[in-house]
């Protein structure tokens, strides 16, 4: 008996969705009917996941790239945004998101808010990994790219804790924010921050002080 296994791709790069969708048909099960619908920005992703849920067909599966064209709403402005959207109105459903991002930082994050049935990085990504990735996703989530499970494993070896502040912070400068900005992204004072950062530095061994040495041991150790 056939099983229908509804699917929406949202990507803003048509060659790429078309890939996504030609490499499922091509190794899905003889037994599965895949019904794939395709977004390129936030509003249409929005629509379509909308109207499944109006039509109570929700999608079992989504394929969310994270770096998309904003919506007219200002609260969507990425696919991280749209996939928690997506948890809140068709919670049974499965995400799996796909990025160029191969930060520590961005991953750590995303696994943090979203917790997706699969995570793939881009520039690890063949058919046979998307493929797999779909199986996974669908029989015994999660899946992770190995880009992914690399940054996972060294989060959970590493000895050395840092908090979501600190993490924030190291990768704020990471991306040539000035300290004295920093208070911009934090509900926190900017002297509680260079306390934070002080203590960084000695976290993280850091004698002569310097950003360039913090930030050199930060990405050594995998927190940026």
Not at 2 to 8: A, D, V
Not at 214 to 219: G, M, N, R
């Amino acid at each position: 008996m056939s099983k229908t296994i509804r699917i929406l791709m949202t990507d803003d790069h048509p060659m790429i969705i078309e890939g996504y969708q030609n490499t499922l048909i091509a190794t899905k099960n003889a037994q599965q009917e895949l019904e794939i619908d395709i977004a390129n920005n936030c509003d249409e992703s929005l629509e379509f996941m909308r109207k499944a849920v109006d039509i109570e067909q929700p999608y079992h599966v989504l394929f969310m790239d994270i770096s998309l064209p904003p919506s007219n709403d200002p609260k969507f402005t990425s696919g991280e945004d749209l996939a928690k959207y997506a948890r809140r109105i068709m919670p049974q459903c499965k995400i799996i998101m796909l990025t160029m991002f191969d930060e520590p930082y961005r991953i750590h994050n995303i696994i943090k808010d979203i917790d997706p049935e699969g995570f793939l990085i881009k520039s690890d990504l063949t058919s046979r990994e998307l493929s797999s990735a779909f199986k996974a996703v669908l029989n015994n989530p999660p899946y992770y790219s190995g880009t992914v499970s690399s940054v996972i494993r060294k989060t959970i070896t590493n000895a050395i804790h840092l908090d979501d502040i600190d993490r924030k912070i190291l990768y704020l400068l990471s991306q040539g924010i000035r300290t004295k900005s920093l208070k911009d992204y934090f509900e926190i004072s900017l002297s509680a921050i260079e306390k934070r950062k002080k203590q960084l530095k000695i976290t993280l061994d850091v004698p002569d002080g310097s950003d360039e040495k913090l930030l050199a041991l930060a990405k050594k150790e995998g927190f940026i």
